[in-house]
């Protein structure tokens, strides 16, 4: 069975450095990993996908990842953190058409 | 233009009832479902239909019942609500016929459902 692992219940950044949320995953095969956004009171976004190709993902509002096949990892990085990503970031893989979550980090950008 | 939209956006009911979430989405997407998430913001699939077929049944409990009467619709009936329903309730669609590449979901803004 496919899982995905966030360590971090919390994340706090302040404003202007780099922020990293880390995901783990393990699935059998090739993965389908993605990033979500969700803001308060509001539905999940779409942030970015690693399908296969390059490891490193560019998605929205600057944000990448870096698919790590060895560490069986896909971290979720910004340059330089805003405030308004201050939100509530879910990692998730796909396997056998089934899209499963981790439990979520929220990430706090302290101006 | 709203992608995936569902209605109501709130829904407060007592204990017993019989209630109704809809979903639409105007992307065109083949497949759609229904995520539930806890007070603990925890995200689990319950549903899933691909051009109105049943896909994925999760240990959903039978008062349940998903329906979908077109690929752009799907929409959840509960019966005999019980107050471990109260949570929020995402509809969400992808095109997952084509390619891996268009694997990616995208979300309806959530029903949020209170069961007093």
């Known amino acids: 069975a496919q899982s995905v692992a966030q360590p971090e219940d919390q994340v706090n950044v302040a404003e202007g450095n780099p922020l990293t949320v880390k995901c783990t995953y393990s699935?059998?095969?090739?993965?389908?990993l993605f990033w979500y956004v969700q803001y308060p009171n509001r539905g999940l976004q779409f942030l970015l996908k690693?399908?296969?190709?390059?490891?490193l993902v560019k998605g929205s509002y600057g944000f990448e990842a870096e698919f790590n096949k060895s560490q069986t990892s896909f971290h979720l990085k910004k340059p330089s953190a805003l405030v308004s990503d201050s939100a509530l970031y879910f990692c998730?893989?796909?396997?056998?058409?089934?899209?499963?979550f981790g439990t979520g980090t929220r990430l706090t950008i302290i101006p | 233009d709203t992608a995936v939209s569902q209605t109501p956006k709130y829904l407060v009911t007592q204990m017993g009832n019989d209630k109704s979430i809809k979903c639409e989405q105007n992307?065109?997407?083949?497949?759609m479902y229904w995520y539930k998430q806890d007070s603990k913001k925890f995200l689990k699939i319950m549903f899933s239909y691909n051009n109105k077929e049943l896909i994925i049944n999760e240990t959903v409990p039978n008062r349940f019942s998903p329906k979908s009467p077109d690929k752009a619709h799907l929409n959840l009936h509960i019966n005999s609500l019980e107050l471990g329903d109260s949570a929020v309730y995402f509809c969400?669609?992808?095109?997952?016929?084509?390619?891996?590449?268009?694997?990616?979901?995208?979300f309806g803004p959530g029903t949020r459902l209170t069961v007093t």
């Open positions: 992307l065109g997407h083949d497949t």
């Open positions: 699935v059998s095969g090739n993965p389908y």
């Open positions: 969400a669609s992808s095109q997952d016929q084509v390619a891996p590449s268009s694997y990616e979901q995208y």
């Open positions: 998730a893989v796909r396997f056998n058409e089934k899209l499963t």
């Open positions: 690693y399908i296969t190709g390059d490891n």
